[in-house]
């Protein structure tokens, strides 16, 4: 059971290049997340999804997810910009019927 | 939707000191609020986490109090050792807002030895 994974750890991209950042989740939950993590400005969510086939969006550009299966929820940066440079973090709540929820470890993505 | 507002932004405290967190919270309707710790490098983890229906919880040196009324709550971390230097994050869900956490803006805490 490894819980939430994402890859890559790290990436470099160029203003204007695309991307897609991977979070998959074995705990077989409904609900997943993205935040981003600034410094100073704690996590902020940017898009949700409460099950497969469905997504919410918190902020209004930049990204696009899908939610195809239960199990992943890639986010893509259509046409990055260097206000994307941050920490990506994808989270699902566990299986404990609780809210607390898992983080994956990150990605770091710089835009030049 | 809700806002959660977190400090200090940094404290510093001697080993063996106790260390007090506080967060606002702005919609009433709040009833789940957890406390996230995140060394460095490291993804945040989950610590403690309090429901609207109970005003303190404890878990060996650390505490959360919640004060409904004052929609304010607090992480309360006694005898201070340097390995629970990180970044402090709180949160909250509300009730219609099913699995999605509003965070406040995280506390640098540093214990020096």
């Known amino acids: 059971n490894a819980g939430v994974t994402q890859t890559p750890k790290f990436h470099i991209l160029k203003t204007g290049q695309s991307m897609t950042l991977q979070c998959a989740q074995d705990?077989?939950?409904?609900?997943m997340s993205w935040y981003r993590q600034d410094p100073g400005m704690g996590l902020r969510l940017i898009y949700y999804?409460?099950?497969?086939?469905?997504t919410d969006k918190e902020v209004p550009n930049g990204y696009n997810v899908s939610r195809l299966n239960t199990e992943d929820f890639p986010l893509r940066l259509v046409s990055a910009a260097p206000s994307q440079t941050s920490v990506y973090l994808c989270?699902?709540?566990?299986?404990?019927?609780?809210?607390?929820?898992?983080f994956g470890p990150g990605t770091r993505l710089t835009v030049l | 939707g809700e806002n959660v507002e977190q400090h200090p932004s940094t404290l510093s405290v001697q080993e063996g000191d106790s260390a007090v967190i506080k967060c606002t919270y702005s919609?009433?309707?709040?009833?789940?609020f957890p406390w996230y710790k995140q060394e460095l490098g490291k993804r945040p983890q989950l610590i403690i986490d309090?429901?609207?229906?109970?005003g303190e919880k404890k878990d060996q040196r650390i505490a959360v109090t919640l004060n409904k009324t004052a929609k304010h709550f607090s992480l309360h971390i006694t005898e201070t050792q340097p390995e629970d230097s990180a970044v402090y994050f709180c949160?909250?869900?509300?009730?219609?807002?099913?699995?999605?956490?509003?965070f406040g803006e995280g506390t640098q805490l540093t214990v020096n030895p």
């Open positions: 989270a699902s709540p566990g299986t404990s019927g609780r809210n607390e929820q898992f």
């Open positions: 309090i429901r609207s229906n109970v």
């Open positions: 999804s409460a099950a497969a086939g469905t």
């Open positions: 949160a909250a869900i509300g009730e219609t807002s099913g699995s999605r956490l509003t």
């Open positions: 705990m077989n939950h409904g609900y």
């Open positions: 919609d009433s309707a709040s009833n789940y």
